[in-house]
């Protein structure tokens, strides 16, 4: 028997090994098994099939060393999503492999170094360092390479060992290691093979022993178990350390140690009924309910604050009834903290939480918890959850759907997580609910062509007003010399009002991870690509615009060619400015800033999220974390510091970002009472993006979107690949991105644009190339990868190319 195993490679393929006999009637797919790989390491993969076809390559074939478990530890429609994922975002299977399984879950060979027996170093010439590895050796025995790298700090340590084998000095050896550390806890319990009537005889004179014993018994008798946390004996009355390791030694009580886990019981937690609808809200969830009868996804399109989470809360409690299991995802971990305290309240201990800030063994134990006969109900989770080994998954409910975040940049898979998520759902033949005030254009788009249903909300909860939108004009305000700080006098006036009010404030200012914007101060003009109508980036090294998408590039200009002035500026200033600034124009008020720097600790989301709504702080300025999804009360002024940079940003959906941005930061103010205000500061505040933003016009502007997307070839219209190559030589980055996008444009013609030097062409001392492929919709998605994975093959059959780094992203975010 033969079996066909994953591993975590890189390499696109998947292994095959010879099952040993003994193994035949154990093993199965979905099984992890220890298989021997390249030529001393050992790794656990999975078993994908198991097969009797011996061709002709088999005959140097492995056996599996070892197997792990005694029933799947991933499932069949995991499996299917894996592959799903490997060839639609065109990423090697060992990646996927590693990124949905648990690290440690999946142990792996050590090679270990010791000192060979028939050792004669005197006689041998050794290296300084390779002297140096020796002596350490010779002081500890045996060590891991990759402890002995750390500890001597040599780089490039495998030379030196590689020499000093052959040298025969050293010998090493493979070892399986395991990873997943259990949690254990002492508890204490009686030794049963004691008769209670000798006890007193045992104990003797010892009153504050026997008085301990006794508090134990008394305890024990009335619980339902036959042992007590070692920590809980310690807080009794007359319990100390030295009492209690005196019973100990005289073997009445017993220490054990018992693994307990990491996830905490949340049993404790008291919880209530969701609470009843509002009309508009059964509504929605009626719609919501009918539109599943016909079709597998739903979008809903319901504005900020009218209750989407409440109608959530509703239909999964509906599904937990009837014992199916809910995938809630999110895009960002900044919601968790709101979110789990939500859904908890109504869950309970049905909820568990999956995301990044876990640490390894508590994903460990989450895969484990929904393996058992006791999973969770719902998982709330970043995109990572989709991964989970689920049972009976019956809804996934993806909230924020438009957030760019669901995109997985790096590394690979690089898959999108609400399309993978509606993949998921589909193998199980489960519904998905989309959720947004501001759905992105290909799932509105989806959902007009009639792909998707579609309900709409349109009243915030309690029938408070959309907040008013004011936006100012920035440019003229500087012309007039008003503006004497980033901010405008107006927003400056609402926030001493909110202030005076005991009410809250949120500054939003968008900073760019992207190199910097061209605008001109005055007009705000920003120089736009001829052929991609993309913003520029521009280039100090060089001193030029370029183009993002095609690597057009353009003169500096000295003046805007618009307004004649000299006044073009580079943007780029961040929230730490803000915060400064705020603080000094308001002293009266505490500030808080939430950006990614301020939020790397485990529990610095909490905090700062914490503080707000305890109003301990008054005003948090922020970046697009911010806007995303929560629900403050108190929140009646938002302000939008330089939106016109949201705009312009070098990227076909810069538009779309910006009105998500900024209609979601509006929709942080005025939630629980009364009507709220936002202010947008902008240069150039007759583009038509601000009036569908003030007036809430989702509808006109997917409507200017769409036929631009049409007329410049993007999605919804057409699906983008991009094809990254990277290498240390420039040149031959450049000639292999040049080959490969000759041979694709054989079959695939213009579709073909490239090959491009991206903005940053170069990263850690890697030159970069791209190409970028735009397909129309209707092409078979099969046969693109075909295609592609193809020239890629010709490609990598050149000796020169054979070894040269190249990888995909699929639908771009
Ligand atoms: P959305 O997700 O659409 O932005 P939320 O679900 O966060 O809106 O609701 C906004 C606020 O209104 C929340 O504080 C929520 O608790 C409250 N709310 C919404 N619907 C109800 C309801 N049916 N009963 C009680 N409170 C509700
Ligand atoms: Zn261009
Ligand atoms: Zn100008």
């Given at each position: 028997?033969?079996?066909?195993?994953?591993?975590?490679?890189?390499?696109?393929?998947?292994?095959?090994?010879?099952?040993?006999?003994?193994?035949?009637?154990?093993?199965?797919?979905?099984?992890?098994?220890?298989?021997?790989?390249g030529?001393?390491?050992?790794?656990?993969?999975?078993?994908?099939?198991?097969?009797?076809?011996?061709?002709?390559?088999?005959?140097?074939?492995?056996?599996?060393?070892?197997?792990?478990?005694?029933?799947?530890?991933?499932?069949?429609?995991?499996?299917?999503?894996?592959?799903?994922?490997?060839?639609?975002?065109l990423?090697?299977?060992?990646?996927?492999?590693?990124?949905?399984?648990?690290?440690?879950?999946?142990?792996?060979?050590?090679?270990?170094?010791?000192?060979?027996?028939?050792?004669?170093?005197?006689?041998?010439?050794?290296?300084?360092?390779?002297?140096?590895?020796?002596e350490?050796?010779?002081?500890?025995?045996r060590?891991?390479?990759?402890?002995?790298?750390?500890?001597?700090?040599?780089?490039?340590?495998?030379?030196?060992?590689?020499?000093?084998?052959?040298?025969?000095?050293?010998?090493?050896?493979?070892?399986?290691?395991?990873?997943?550390?259990?949690?254990?806890?002492?508890?204490?319990?009686?030794?049963?093979?004691?008769?209670?009537?000798?006890?007193?005889?045992?104990?003797?004179?010892?009153?504050?022993q026997?008085?301990?014993?006794?508090?134990?018994?008394?305890?024990?008798?009335?619980?339902?178990?036959?042992?007590?946390?070692?920590?809980?004996?310690?807080?009794?009355?007359?319990?100390?350390?030295?009492?209690?390791?005196?019973?100990?030694?005289?073997?009445?009580?017993?220490?054990?140690g018992?693994?307990?886990?990491?996830?905490?019981?949340?049993?404790?937690?008291?919880?209530?009924?969701?609470?009843?609808?509002?009309?508009?809200?059964?509504?929605?969830?009626?719609?919501?309910?009918?539109?599943?009868?016909?079709?597998d996804?739903?979008?809903?399109?319901g504005v900020?604050?009218?209750?989407?989470?409440?109608?959530?809360?509703?239909?999964?409690?509906?599904?937990?009834?009837?014992?199916?299991?809910?995938?809630?995802?999110l895009?960002?971990?900044?919601?968790?903290?709101?979110?789990m305290?939500?859904?908890?309240?109504?869950?309970?201990?049905?909820?568990?939480?999956y995301?990044?800030?876990?640490?390894?063994?508590?994903?460990?134990?989450?895969?484990?918890?929904?393996?058992?006969?006791?999973?969770?109900?719902?998982?709330?989770?970043?995109?990572s959850?989709?991964?989970?080994?689920?049972?009976?998954?019956?809804?996934?409910?993806?909230?924020?759907?438009?957030?760019?975040?669901?995109k997985?940049?790096?590394?690979?898979?690089r898959?999108?997580?609400?399309?993978?998520?509606?993949?998921?759902?589909?193998?199980?033949?489960a519904?998905?609910?989309?959720?947004?005030?501001?759905?992105?254009?290909?799932?509105?788009?989806?959902?007009?062509?009639?792909?998707?249903?579609?309900?709409?909300?349109?009243?915030?909860?309690?029938?408070?007003?959309?907040?008013?939108?004011?936006?100012?004009?920035?440019?003229?305000?500087?012309?007039?010399?008003?503006?004497?700080?980033?901010?405008?006098?107006?927003?400056?006036?609402?926030?001493?009002?909110?202030?005076?009010?005991?009410?809250?404030?949120?500054?939003?200012?968008?900073?760019?991870?992207?190199?910097?914007?061209?605008?001109?101060?005055?007009?705000?003009?920003?120089?736009?690509?001829?052929?991609?109508?993309?913003?520029?980036?521009?280039?100090?090294?060089?001193n030029?615009?370029?183009?993002?998408?095609?690597n057009a590039?353009?003169?500096?200009?000295?003046?805007?060619?618009?307004?004649?002035?000299?006044?073009?500026?580079?943007?780029?200033?961040?929230?730490?400015q803000?915060?400064?600034?705020?603080?000094?124009?308001?002293?009266?008020?505490?500030v808080?800033?939430?950006?990614?720097?301020?939020?790397?600790?485990?529990?610095?989301?909490?905090?700062?999220?914490?503080?707000?709504?305890?109003?301990?702080?008054?005003?948090?300025?922020?970046?697009?974390?911010?806007?995303?999804?929560?629900?403050?009360?108190?929140?009646?002024?938002?302000?939008?510091?330089?939106?016109?940079?949201?705009?312009?940003?070098?990227?076909?959906?810069?538009?779309?970002?910006?009105?998500?941005?900024?209609?979601?930061?509006?929709?942080?103010?005025?939630?629980?009472?009364?009507?709220?205000?936002?202010?947008?500061?902008?240069?150039?505040?007759d583009?038509?993006?601000?009036?569908?933003?003030?007036?809430?016009?989702?509808?006109?502007?997917?409507?200017?979107?769409?036929?631009?997307?049409?007329?410049?070839?993007?999605?919804?219209?057409?699906?983008?690949?991009?094809?990254?190559?990277?290498?240390?030589?420039?040149?031959?980055?450049?000639?292999?991105?040049?080959?490969?996008?000759?041979?694709?444009?054989?079959?695939?013609?213009d579709?073909?644009?490239?090959?491009?030097?991206p903005?940053?062409?170069?990263?850690?001392?890697?030159?970069?190339?791209?190409?970028?492929?735009?397909?129309?919709?209707?092409?078979?998605?099969?046969?693109?990868?075909?295609?592609?994975?193809?020239?890629?093959?010709?490609?990598?059959?050149?000796?020169?190319f054979?070894?040269?780094?190249?990888?995909?992203d699929?639908?771009?975010?």
């Amino acid at each position: 028997m033969l079996a066909d195993v994953i591993l975590p490679t890189p390499l696109s393929d998947i292994f095959t090994y010879i099952v040993p006999m003994e193994m035949e009637q154990a093993i199965g797919c979905g099984f992890r098994v220890i298989v021997p790989f390249g030529t001393r390491k050992y790794y656990t993969g999975i078993v994908v099939a198991l097969h009797d076809k011996p061709s002709s390559a088999d005959l140097r074939l492995k056996e599996v060393y070892a197997l792990i478990d005694s029933y799947p530890m991933v499932n069949e429609k995991q499996l299917d999503l894996w592959k799903w994922i490997a060839f639609y975002y065109l990423s090697p299977i060992g990646d996927v492999y590693k990124a949905a399984f648990p690290s440690k879950l999946r142990m792996e060979s050590e090679t270990f170094v010791s000192l060979s027996s028939s050792m004669m170093q005197e006689s041998l010439n050794l290296t300084p360092t390779e002297r140096k590895i020796v002596e350490y050796l010779e002081a500890v025995e045996r060590e891991k390479i990759s402890k002995l790298e750390k500890i001597l700090d040599i780089k490039n340590i495998y030379i030196h060992i590689y020499s000093l084998s052959r040298k025969e000095v050293i010998e090493t050896n493979q070892q399986i290691e395991q990873k997943f550390v259990p949690k254990i806890e002492s508890f204490i319990r009686l030794n049963s093979e004691i008769d209670s009537n000798s006890i007193g005889s045992i104990i003797g004179k010892s009153k504050k022993q026997l008085a301990l014993f006794e508090e134990i018994s008394t305890i024990l008798s009335k619980s339902k178990t036959d042992m007590i946390n070692r920590r809980d004996v310690l807080k009794l009355p007359d319990a100390s350390p030295s009492i209690l390791k005196g019973l100990l030694q005289k073997n009445v009580l017993n220490e054990i140690g018992v693994e307990v886990g990491r996830l905490k019981p949340k049993s404790e937690i008291k919880t209530h009924r969701p609470f009843p609808l509002n009309e508009y809200q059964q509504q929605a969830l009626e719609e919501i309910e009918s539109v599943f009868d016909s079709k597998d996804t739903c979008l809903l399109h319901g504005v900020t604050s009218s209750g989407k989470t409440e109608i959530y809360i509703h239909l999964i409690d509906k599904l937990i009834a009837k014992n199916q299991q809910i995938l809630y995802l999110l895009p960002e971990i900044a919601l968790t903290t709101q979110l789990m305290q939500r859904l908890s309240a109504v869950f309970g201990d049905k909820l568990g939480i999956y995301h990044s800030k876990l640490n390894d063994n508590e994903r460990a134990e989450i895969w484990q918890k929904m393996l058992s006969d006791k999973p969770y109900d719902i998982i709330l989770g970043v995109r990572s959850s989709l991964f989970l080994p689920f049972r009976n998954l019956g809804l996934i409910i993806i909230d924020e759907e438009h957030e760019q975040s669901y995109k997985q940049q790096e590394p690979a898979p690089r898959y999108h997580a609400r399309d993978t998520g509606i993949m998921l759902a589909h193998m199980f033949g489960a519904k998905t609910l989309l959720g947004s005030a501001t759905p992105s254009i290909e799932s509105y788009y989806n959902a007009k062509i009639g792909k998707y249903g579609i309900v709409a909300l349109s009243k915030r909860f309690e029938e408070i007003e959309m907040p008013e939108i004011i936006i100012e004009n920035t440019k003229e305000l500087r012309r007039k010399k008003k503006m004497k700080s980033l901010l405008s006098p107006a927003l400056i006036e609402s926030i001493h009002h909110a202030l005076s009010n005991n009410e809250q404030v949120i500054l939003f200012r968008n900073r760019r991870g992207f190199a910097p914007i061209v605008e001109c101060k005055l007009c705000a003009w920003t120089p736009k690509c001829r052929h991609c109508d993309v913003p520029l980036t521009y280039h100090k090294f060089r001193n030029v615009l370029v183009c993002h998408y095609c690597n057009a590039t353009y003169a500096m200009p000295s003046e805007c060619p618009s307004c004649h002035e000299k006044s073009i500026d580079l943007l780029g200033q961040g929230t730490e400015q803000l915060e400064e600034e705020v603080s000094r124009l308001f002293p009266e008020a505490k500030v808080a800033r939430m950006d990614t720097d301020t939020t790397r600790g485990k529990n610095s989301y909490e905090k700062i999220i914490d503080d707000f709504e305890k109003n301990r702080v008054q005003i948090l300025v922020g970046t697009q974390m911010l806007s995303k999804g929560l629900d403050f009360g108190n929140v009646s002024v938002v302000g939008i510091i330089s939106a016109d940079s949201l705009l312009n940003y070098p990227d076909f959906r810069s538009y779309e970002r910006g009105f998500q941005l900024m209609t979601q930061a509006a929709g942080r103010s005025g939630r629980k009472s009364k009507q709220g205000k936002v202010i947008i500061q902008s240069n150039d505040p007759d583009q038509p993006i601000y009036r569908y933003i003030v007036e809430n016009d989702y509808e006109s502007f997917f409507a200017s979107q769409l036929s631009e997307r049409k007329i410049f070839k993007y999605p919804p219209y057409y699906r983008l690949i991009s094809i990254v190559i990277k290498d240390k030589s420039e040149s031959k980055a450049d000639e292999a991105s040049r080959y490969l996008a000759d041979s694709l444009k054989s079959s695939l013609g213009d579709r073909v644009s490239g090959p491009n030097k991206p903005v940053i062409g170069k990263i850690q001392t890697y030159y970069i190339r791209n190409i970028l492929l735009k397909t129309e919709i209707g092409l078979s998605p099969q046969k693109i990868r075909t295609l592609v994975k193809h020239a890629e093959t010709i490609l990598r059959k050149n000796q020169k190319f054979k070894y040269i780094t190249l990888f995909y992203d699929v639908d771009p975010a």
